[in-house]
């Protein structure tokens, strides 16, 4: 069913791609396309074929999920006719459109004159399918289906950057390195969390990319989705190669119309077709090129980063780029680096080395400045310089090199919950580090149930959503969320409208939250389970049948609760939750909600899917099963007579059938050798 969607999509961009070119290109014809003309013959043939289209689309539409599978047989033979079809007309079309320009003197002699995207090429171009566009394919633009728009150093949204007059001595050497004449094609600057590393490397960035010297910019980060992701990143710099060396588009433009699958490929085909390969064919650059990567270590596929880092060393001889890579010291990426090829070819940089106390001092006096012209009243009666500099000494010290502490630190005592003084005195006698700032801020809100809510959500969303969605998905309101959220405002990022997204300031309050040594009682477990219940709840009330899921909330259940389940299980969580989660899922399978949900998967992420429906049936038996890890973990492969509900058997035939269900339709899939 996906293939003939693609297909089916495929088909309607063609059609409305031609249908822009065809209003531009007639405007450049002498006389109108007269009634009974071969050229108007030929039109109406095409407007033929699509009428044809339109009308079985609308009979598709109007038929359910399950019924477009069952027919998914006809509908492939019919998208497969209507596309032969469409080719012959357009082509006929075109070939007449071409012959009228060319006999009325109107098409340049020299195919080189034509801008990018011109409907109609000459000279090789016309030879090769009378042009791309003039078949309705853009490849540029089906690479722009596959990047991520909002990972480049130009991206909106939160951005950290250098302080002013901070950081210079590293960034002085990255530049140093961008610039110089040396062997060393890779530097990878490497520190702990909170350091900065993304500041400086936003920074360094946007340097380069103003000397026009950055060839292509990707940004991980964690949580946000795709950016998260390692799938889009190599079209994504493809992509961004394109525009900044404008020689290389038609080449990469036309291995994607070679290949239109390259997207979906190996890491190393794509890096070989889209990059390596275009760049051979034309002359070196006369300045070195950059390509910057940040925060490979808040990437989820591990193995990709690896093999990625490995590819990079590999093809030393025959790339013409520069790679700036920044990640904390993880160890699958420091084994990447481990090799003497690897050692010789990349320069280290390790932020831990320079010494920060001056910047971070620096940033705290202008910050601390600032306070005081922003709330004169406060400082009335406090001396001139505020803090004195013995404190803003211990500020510096306490900060131990992490910036991010400092940029806490102020966010703390501007939050408005209190006096900047008395504040700034907690700090100064509280413990050395990240850790107990956060748990000064957690202390002072207010933990009730959607508080924890909002907070286990933040902590565990696969990707962020904004507050309307978060809302919906947890069955708050967004005031509930946005007064919630006003409680720890120091540490998160909330955006100026509820169609934005919450961002967290630092990934290192994820990890606290995460680990029970360090947050205590503040710990957030089972967050797994609850956004696997949250999720089913929020399809059960809100999915319809014969409808598709009207909003990001919405999706994101359908989705990602699979996802979620799969952690809880893999993580043998706590079982406090086990009976909710069970008796959820038995609600859901029963109702209309699952329907609209099948229907949904059969687009999605299949083998994901089938091995959470294994698991959830394990999760419904009743011997030595999921539901033993979950209700007892310390004992979970000891035999237990286990009896959660009475229909325990009907509910397993029902997560069979779904599951069979997509099994063929993945075995399909298959052979049709589609993507997931």
């Known amino acids: 069913m996906r293939d003939n969607k693609d297909q089916c999509s495929f088909l309607i961009e063609r059609i409305l791609r031609f249908l822009k070119d065809l209003a531009e290109e007639s405007a450049r014809l002498k006389e109108p396309i007269r009634y009974g003309s071969p050229t108007a013959d030929r039109l109406n043939k095409l407007i033929s074929a699509i009428k044809e289209i339109k009308q079985d689309a609308e009979a598709w539409k109007n038929i359910s999920g399950l019924d477009r599978f069952w027919s998914r047989d006809k509908i492939k033979a019919a998208t497969v006719k209507h596309n032969v079809n469409l080719n012959d007309s357009i082509n006929s079309f075109m070939v007449s459109n071409y012959i009228n320009l060319r006999n009325n003197n109107l098409l340049s002699s020299t195919p080189s004159s034509l801008k990018l995207g011109t409907a109609i090429h000459l000279g090789s171009a016309a030879d090769n399918d009378i042009g791309e566009r003039g078949l309705g394919v853009r490849p540029d633009r089906d690479l722009v289906a596959h990047i991520v728009p909002d990972a480049g150093v130009t991206r909106g949204g939160l951005k950290h950057e250098c302080f002013q007059d901070t950081r210079e001595v590293v960034i002085t050497e990255i530049m140093n390195w961008a610039g110089g004449d040396h062997s060393q094609r890779i530097c990878w600057l490497s520190g702990p969390a909170g350091f900065g590393k993304s500041a400086i490397m936003q920074t360094v960035a946007e340097r380069i990319h103003e000397k026009g010297n950055l060839a292509a910019s990707f940004f991980f980060l964690r949580g946000a989705g795709p950016r998260s992701e390692f799938a889009r990143v190599i079209a994504t710099i493809a992509y961004h190669i394109s525009h900044s060396i404008p020689d290389s588009q038609p080449l990469i433009r036309r291995a994607l119309q070679a290949d239109p699958t390259l997207v979906s490929q190996s890491t190393q085909h794509q890096l070989q077709k889209l990059v390596l390969d275009p760049l051979k064919q034309i002359p070196p650059q006369m300045k070195p090129m950059i390509i910057v990567v940040d925060a490979l270590d808040e990437c989820d596929d591990y193995k990709s980063i690896t093999e990625f880092i490995n590819l990079l060393v590999q093809t030393y001889d025959h790339f013409p780029f520069r790679f700036l890579l920044a990640s904390r010291i993880e160890n699958h990426i420091a084994k990447a680096f481990t090799s003497d090829q690897a050692q010789s070819m990349t ?291 000891k035999s237990k007579s286990v009896s959660i509900f009475n229909e325990t058997d009907a509910i397993i035939k029902s997560v069979s059938k779904i599951k069979n269900y997509l099994k063929v339709w993945l075995q399909i899939r298959n052979m049709l050798k589609c993507r997931d």
Request: charged share 25%.
């Open 347 to 637: 320069c280290f940089l390790k932020l831990e080395t320079f010494d920060a106390a001056h910047d971070i001092t620096t940033f705290l006096k202008s910050r601390f400045d600032d306070i005081r012209k922003q709330h004169p009243r406060l400082f009335q009666n406090t001396q001139q310089m505020w803090p004195v500099s013995e404190d803003l000494a211990a500020l510096a010290e306490k900060s131990d090199g992490l910036f991010i502490f400092a940029a806490t630190v102020v966010s703390f005592i501007m939050d408005g919950k209190g006096s900047p003084q008395e504040k700034l005195q907690q700090i100064l006698t509280s413990h050395v580090g990240l850790d107990p700032l956060y748990a000064q801020v957690l202390s002072n809100a207010n933990h009730d149930d959607a508080f924890i809510k909002v907070l286990s959500a933040i902590i565990y969303l696969k990707r962020q959503l904004s507050i309307t969605d978060l809302a919906k998905l947890l069955d708050l309101t967004s005031e509930v969320v946005v007064t919630r959220l006003m409680e720890i405002q120091s540490i998160i990022r909330i955006p100026a409208d509820n169609q934005g997204s919450v961002q967290l300031n630092h990934a290192s309050f994820r990890d606290f939250l995460l680990d029970k040594t360090r947050s205590k009682e503040y710990y957030q477990p089972l967050g797994e389970a609850r956004m696997t219940i949250w999720s089913l709840e929020c399809m059960v009330k809100y999915l319809k049948q014969d409808q598709w899921p009207q909003d990001k909330a919405e999706k994101y259940a359908c989705r990602e609760w699979c996802f979620h389940l799969e952690c809880t299980i893999k993580g043998c969580e706590s079982g406090e939750l086990a009976t909710a989660m069970v008796d959820i899922i038995q609600m859901f399978i029963r109702c209309e909600a699952c329907e609209v949900w099948i229907n949904t998967v059969f687009l999605g992420q299949l083998h994901q899917t089938i091995e959470c429906l294994e698991g959830m049936k394990a999760l419904l038996q009743v011997r030595i099963t999921i539901i033993d890890v979950l209700i007892y973990p310390d004992t979970c492969f």
